[in-house]
C-alpha cells in the first residue's frame, strides 16, 4: 500500500502523523510511504530524517492525496483539502465530525473510507488514540498551574511544594481517569498535597492502591467540593461523562470561597468545561482573571508539547496503521473490532450512530 504523511495545516498545530520511526515499520512491512514536504519540522523531524526511514519526500498535499492509497493526518482535513480526498482511498486521523456537518458532508461526497482515530475503541470502552493526548495534557495541567502560581504570572506566589519549613501548596484534581490520574502524578511528585475527587466508588479504590500518600482520594460531592476550594491553591478540572457536556462543577459563587490568586485549570474545556466561569482560551493567551483567581483554558493543550505529542500519539496509532495497511481496511475492520469502530463515513454512508444522528443521515 501507498501511505500519504500529511502536513498539518491546522493554525498552531505542530505534530505530525508519522514519525521516521513509525515509517521504518511502515517500510519494514512492504508498504511505501510519501512524507509531505516539511511534515515533521514543527514535531523536530527533518526531510533528511524521514528519507533515511525510506519515505519518498512530496512538495504537496495534492500529490500525497492523489498517490496514496491510505492518507494520515493529526487533525480532520481543512476544507481547502476536500476536493483532494479520492474515492476510495482511506483517510486516518482525528475527525470529530459530530460537531462538523460540512466536513462530513465533504467525507460522504468524496466516497473515501474515513476511519477517525477517537471512535476507535477497545472492548473495555477505553479510547485508545485519545488517552495518549489525556495523558500530556494531564501532566501539562500540573505544570501551567505551578507556573501561573507564580506572582509575575497573576498568581499567588505559592511553589507546589514549598520548602524544607514551609508547607506545599493544596492541589485538587476533580476526575480521577487519565488525566486526572496524570495531573495528580505530577502534583504529587512536586511535592504538593493533593486531594483526587471522582463519583466512581471502584476508580477511588484503584486510586487509592497505586497513588502516593500525599495523594488523598475523596468522593466527589458539592458540598466536599465547596469545603475544599477554601484550602486549593491550584484547581484541575479533569471530569468527563461519555458523550455530553462537562458538568459546571464549579460555580461562580464558590470562587469567593477561594484564596486569591489561586488558580484554576479547567482541561474538560474542550467538552465546555467544568467550571461556570471557564471559557476558552488558546496558547498565545492562556488565562484570564474572574473575581482574583487565574483561570488557564486551554482547548488543545498538547499542541505546546508537540514533540512528546507527536512521539505518544504515533506510538499509539501506528500498530493500527500497519494492520489497516497490511490487510486493507475491509480485512482490517473484520479481524479487529477496535477498528471497525473507526469507520465514521464509508463510501458516502455515515457509519457511526452519534455522526449520523447529529445531523439526521440514515444510519
Ligand atoms: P476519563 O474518562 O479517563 O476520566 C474522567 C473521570 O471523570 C472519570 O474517572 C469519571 O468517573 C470522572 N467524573 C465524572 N463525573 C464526575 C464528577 N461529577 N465529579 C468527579 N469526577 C467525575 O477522561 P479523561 O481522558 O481523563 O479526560 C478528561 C477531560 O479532559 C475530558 O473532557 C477530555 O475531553 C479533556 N481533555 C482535554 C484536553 C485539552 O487539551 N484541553 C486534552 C485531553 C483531554
Not at 51 to 79: C, L, N
Not at 103 to 121: D, H, P, V
Request: hydrophobic residues 45%; charged residues 20%; contains cysteine.
Amino acid at each position: 500500500m501507498i501511505v500519504g504523511i500529511l502536513k498539518e495545516i491546522k493554525v498552531l498545530e505542530n505534530r505530525v502523523a508519522m514519525t521516521p520511526a513509525g515509517v521504518e515499520v511502515m517500510v519494514h512491512n512492504k508498504h511505501t510511504v510519501l512524507v509531505e514536504n516539511n511534515a515533521g519540522v514543527g514535531s523536530g523531524f527533518t526531510n533528511e530524517e524521514y528519507v533515511a526511514a525510506g519515505a519518498t519526500i512530496v512538495e504537496t498535499p495534492a500529490e500525497v492525496y492523489a498517490k496514496s492509497d491510505m492518507v494520515m493526518h493529526v487533525k480532520e482535513p481543512q476544507p481547502q483539502e476536500y476536493d483532494m480526498i479520492r474515492k476510495d482511498q482511506i483517510v486516518f486521523t482525528y475527525l470529530h465530525l459530530a460537531a462538523d456537518e460540512p466536513q462530513t458532508k465533504a467525507l460522504m461526497k468524496a466516497g473515501s473510507i474515513n476511519i477517525a482515530y477517537e471512535t476507535i475503541q477497545k472492548a473495555d470502552g477505553s479510547l485508545p488514540l485519545l488517552t495518549p493526548m489525556s495523558e500530556v495534557a494531564g501532566r501539562m495541567a500540573t505544570i501551567q498551574g505551578a507556573m501561573h502560581l507564580a506572582m509575575p504570572a497573576g498568581g499567588r506566589g505559592v511553589l507546589l511544594g514549598g520548602v524544607p519549613g514551609v508547607e506545599p501548596a493544596t492541589v485538587i484534581v476533580i476526575g480521577g481517569g487519565i488525566v486526572g490520574i496524570n495531573a495528580a502524578k505530577m502534583a504529587c511528585g512536586l511535592g504538593a498535597k493533593v486531594y483526587m475527587l471522582d463519583t466512581n466508588l471502584d476508580r477511588l479504590r484503584y486510586l487509592s492502591d497505586v497513588m502516593p500518600a500525599n495523594c488523598i482520594p475523596v468522593m466527589s460531592s458539592k458540598p466536599k467540593l465547596r469545603e475544599l476550594m477554601a484550602e486549593a491553591d491550584l484547581v484541575i478540572g479533569a471530569v468527563l461523562i461519555p458523550g455530553a457536556k462537562a458538568p459546571k462543577l464549579i460555580t461562580r459563587d464558590m470562587l469567593s470561597v477561594m484564596k486569591k490568586g489561586s488558580v484554576l485549570v479547567d482541561v474538560a474545556i474542550d467538552q465546555g468545561g467544568c467550571f461556570e466561569t471557564s471559557k476558552a482560551t488558546t496558547h498565545a493567551e492562556p488565562t484570564y482573571e474572574v473575581d482574583g483567581i487565574v483561570h488557564y483554558c486551554v482547548a488543545n493543550m498538547p499542541g505546546a508539547y508537540a514533540k512528546t505529542s507527536t512521539l505518544a500519539l504515533t506510538n499509539a496509532t501506528l500498530p493500527y496503521a500497519v494492520q489497516i495497511a497490511n490487510k486493507g481496511w475491509k480485512k482490517a475492520c473484520q479481524e479487529n473490532k477496535e477498528i471497525a469502530l473507526g469507520l465514521n463515513v464509508v463510501h458516502g454512508k455515515v457509519t457511526f450512530e452519534a455522526v449520523a444522528e447529529a445531523f439526521g443521515l440514515d444510519y
